[in-house]
């Protein structure tokens, strides 16, 4: 960063953000690091206030939805809580959306002999005419929830890692996660 006439000049930090909007509590804000159909996967980093590159996926493998993180949590794993998001055409990365949540997939990574929580929050962008309808994530049915099983598994072998799913609930339990997380 850079200073100019005292005072520091640099790229936003949307990690400051609130977690949920101002103008309707029940609405989820996400920052979007991941547009879905990318191959490229997009991290926020904090200290540099940048969205970096930090890895790129296999041909024919791809981010199924859009991915994201609910700004001012930490999470178990040290990052803000993760978010999927469902809408109708993918997003760009630092793209802040309003989102309806709709469950949490809870989830645990290994690592040799560590293990870790890795819950991902599973939400509809506001304004999603495709989407309008799903109310929680049981609207999605079991073979949803199979598929993103599938490529989580397959993206955390990418990095010598296991992922499996331990449950899969409602927008409840979502909401709790995200309120545990604020920081």
């Known amino acids: 960063m850079s200073k100019q006439n005292g005072a520091r000049i640099g790229l936003a930090d949307p990690t400051r953000l609130k977690s949920f909007d101002s103008d309707d509590q029940q609405l989820l804000r996400v920052v979007i690091e991941t547009p879905k159909g990318s191959r490229n996967k997009f991290a926020f980093d904090p200290d540099e206030h940048i969205f970096e590159l930090k890895k790129v996926l296999p041909a024919g493998m791809a981010f199924p939805y859009d991915f994201g993180f609910v700004p001012s949590t930490k999470a178990d ?14 997003a760009f990365p630092g793209c802040v959306l309003s989102c309806r949540v709709i469950g949490v997939i809870e989830g645990e990574e290994f690592e040799k002999k560590s293990k870790e929580r890795n819950d991902r929050i599973v939400a509809i962008e506001k304004d999603a005419h495709s989407w309008a309808d799903v109310k929680t994530i049981d609207d999605l049915g079991k ?10 598994v397959n993206y955390r072998k990418l990095s010598k890692k296991e992922y499996r799913i331990l449950d899969v609930k409602g927008p409840g339990q979502a909401r709790k996660l995200v309120k545990s997380a604020m920081r």
């Open 143 to 152: 073979e949803f929830c199979d598929e993103l099983e599938e490529f989580f």
């Open 77 to 90: 794993d040290g990052d803000p809580v993760d978010v999927l998001v469902l809408m109708d055409e993918p």
